[in-house]
């Protein structure tokens, strides 16, 4: 009786084929995380329907008001900047805008003064500041970098929400679409969206704050 072999060049393929299988899973597995992290939207915020009174950010008498709140070390708000600059030229500087970057107490000096600092700044019409201890944030009650609000000349809430259609991804917006259609025509189809960005104050998050 014969004893049955195994060709080794069969099995060497079979292993190939298999190396194979495991990569291609591999693969759809990390394609599928980073689809899911892209699209995950950060804590919404919940403010309230008026110009925060305790603020220290200063309206301009007729002019309504942007505010947005970033953690500035968050490599998903770079997104959310390049589409503040199209926001900006698409508004023709009908309104008083304010970055403002959050520095936690007991950190060194300059620490929110990153790229993101330095872009903000460059946008023609936007004033950058620094949020100390995250208070603004707090009056705002903003939770997730790239949280964006709009009130009109009275102070009134009229958008809040992100202005990136996911993580880091530039381009066409809801968001952007409905703060450029409130200021230049008085009405949107949209005054909330969903905001895309590291936690402002989560020390685990991807914008880890130094220990």
């Known amino acids: 009786m ?3 072999r195994i060709n080794p ?5 079979l292993k190939i084929a298999a190396l194979s299988i ?3 899973l591999a693969a759809g597995a990390g394609l599928w995380f980073v ?5 995950t939207p950060g804590i919404a915020a919940s403010p309230t329907v008026q110009f925060p009174a305790g603020s220290q950010l200063k309206r301009l008498p007729g002019r309504p008001t942007l505010v947005m709140l970033v953690h500035p070390h968050c490599p998903c708000t770079r997104a959310s900047m390049g589409e503040l600059e199209l926001l900006m030229a698409q508004t023709q500087g009908h309104v008083t805008t304010y970055v403002l970057f959050l520095k936690p107490a007991g950190f060194t000096d300059d620490w929110e003064k990153t790229n993101l600092w330095q872009t903000a700044s460059e946008i023609p019409g936007v004033r950058v500041t620094q ?11 903003a ?10 000349a009275d102070g009134q809430l009229l958008f809040r929400g992100g202005i990136t259609s996911a993580r880091g991804h530039s381009g066409d917006n809801a968001g952007r679409s409905a703060i450029v259609a409130l200021l230049n025509d008085g009405e949107a189809e949209q005054t909330e969206t969903a905001v895309y960005g590291c936690p402002l104050f989560n020390k685990n ?6 220990q």
């Open 22 to 24: 495991l990569w291609l």
């Open 2 to 4: 014969k004893k049955s």
């Open 205 to 210: 998050s991807e914008c880890s704050m130094p």
């Open 35 to 39: 689809s899911e992290y892209e699209n």
């Open 9 to 13: 060049k069969s099995s060497g393929q």
């Open 131 to 141: 949020d100390k201890d995250g208070r603004e944030a707090e009056f705002f009650k």
């Open 143 to 152: 939770a997730t970098s790239g949280q964006t609000f709009l009130y009109d």
